[in-house]
């Protein structure tokens, strides 16, 4: 029954203060598998994306080695979580019927596992927060020597103007040194006043990149004071709660408090995202693979599904970025629905061994008030009558869990596999573009499918 409640902590190392990662197993003696579920905490105010190896010895298996995370990297907003629902599923499954009985270990709570020891690497740590800073600093700094030249430039501009409004006048330039006045017979000059101010140059590309890194930014600060202002609210509604024992009104006010902070976060998130696409829309539309990265991400942040954007990259230039991010999505897909069939096949059992329990200890009731009262006594019919409603209702109940077990037959689940076999068998040999997202690098593939 893998529920929540019977998962098995691992105790891992914590090397770098700036993460803690936990991790949980889930052995099931009935299916033959074991699952492995990881959770990484980012402690800080600032976004990071990393590469975190994992290596296991198992009993009965020996050396297995996987990466966590959605394409090999976990990204982290700031003080967030990467939870085990945004990765592939990691799982041990049994090669026979045995379900590993003559190898698996006994744990501390009384089940069973295969884990003898676990270590992990991260690697490749990405300070996305100081990138965008430094990104920031330098455009910047960019802009304001922009800046500078447009103003000698205007500058220059004015006083060429007012030298030739002066000449055509019929007066010396000044400038800067006293000059006298001469008179021309030679004949008339005609000259053209030019009355116009000079106007302000349009801002430039590097000034609106500055400005909108300005905006997301302030949307960021904003996001965080939300985040702490309400969080205060809510553990201060829960600890008066207590301490007055009205502890379900201070629940429903801390489920109310913790909604509107989601809310605000959301529309923060909205924000964000809408500022990010307005900026990369257009080099996503020629193909550009960091483009195509930032529109699928900040179509995710609008709550926007991104598989007709990725799709239409795909088909378009055969975008690496988006044909990854449309696997790890139809892979999530599949996940889900297993994971799904798994609780019910676990409810469906459940209720069956609760309904046995209950019509067992009805019956055993019913036999002792035989013993008591007599044959005819009323309350055995009574347990009798109530055992036989238990295993009727209980029946119907688990045979509806059960009905909801097969997910490969499914519409969704027969849907996100075909797509996903499509991507994954569409060429044989091709070349594309890659955008490496670890260290900012684009560069060709050659990618062979078979």
Aim: with cysteine.
């Amino acid at each position: 029954m893998s529920t929540k409640a019977q998962n098995r902590q691992i105790v891992l190392g914590q090397p770098d203060p700036r993460f803690n990662v936990r991790a949980e197993s889930h052995f099931s003696t009935l299916g033959g598998w074991e699952n492995y579920f990881f959770t990484v905490e980012n402690k800080t105010s600032r976004e990071y994306r990393m590469v975190i190896k994992v290596d296991m010895e198992l009993a009965c298996v020996g050396r297995k080695s996987f990466t966590i995370g959605v394409n090999g990297t976990v990204h982290l907003p700031p003080n967030g979580v990467f939870k085990p629902s945004q990765d592939y599923d990691h799982t041990v499954n049994s090669p026979d019927s045995k379900n590993f009985k003559d190898c698996r270990l006994p744990d501390n709570a009384g089940g069973f596992t295969l884990v003898k020891s676990v270590s992990y690497t991260i690697s490749d740590v990405q300070d996305l927060t100081q990138i965008a800073e430094n990104k920031a600093s330098s455009e910047k700094a960019a802009a304001q020597k922009a800046n500078a030249v447009s103003q000698t430039t205007a500058t220059s501009n004015t006083v060429r103007t007012t030298q030739t409004n002066a000449s055509a006048a019929g007066h010396p330039a000044t400038t800067g040194t006293p000059t006298t006045a001469t008179t021309s017979n030679s004949g008339s000059k005609t000259g053209t006043v030019n009355n116009n101010q000079p106007q302000q140059a349009p801002p430039t590309e590097a000034q609106r990149q500055v400005e909108t890194a300005r905006t997301l930014a302030e949307i960021e600060r904003q996001r965080n004071e939300k985040q702490a202002e309400v969080q205060k609210m809510s553990d201060a509604i829960t600890s008066t709660g207590t301490m007055f024992g009205d502890a379900i009104r201070a629940d429903a006010a801390a489920k109310a408090a913790r909604e509107e902070r989601q809310e605000r976060l959301d529309a923060l998130d909205r924000q964000k995202g809408s500022l990010i696409y307005q900026q990369n829309i257009e080099k996503a539309q020629t193909g550009d693979e960091t483009a195509i990265s930032q529109i699928i991400y900040a179509q995710r942040l609008m709550g926007y599904g991104f598989e007709d954007f990725a799709t239409q990259m795909v088909t378009k230039f055969n975008s690496s970025t988006a044909r990854t991010a449309l696997i790890g999505h139809y892979k999530s897909i599949m996940s889900g629905y297993k994971a799904e069939s798994k609780a019910h096949l676990s409810k469906g059992i459940g209720f069956l061994v609760l309904t046995g329990l209950g019509t067992a200890g009805l019956m055993y009731l019913s036999n002792e008030a035989i013993e008591n009262d007599g044959v005819n006594s009323s309350d055995s019919d009574t347990y009798t009558y109530a055992a036989a409603g238990v295993a009727i209702v209980g029946t119907i109940v688990s045979i509806a869990q059960f009905g909801k077990v097969g997910y490969k037959y499914k519409p969704g689940y027969l849907n996100a596999e075909s797509k996903l076999r499509k991507l994954e068998s569409a060429q044989t040999l091709s070349f594309a573009p890659v955008y490496n997202l670890r260290n900012n690098t684009v560069g060709v593939a050659l990618r062979l499918n078979f």
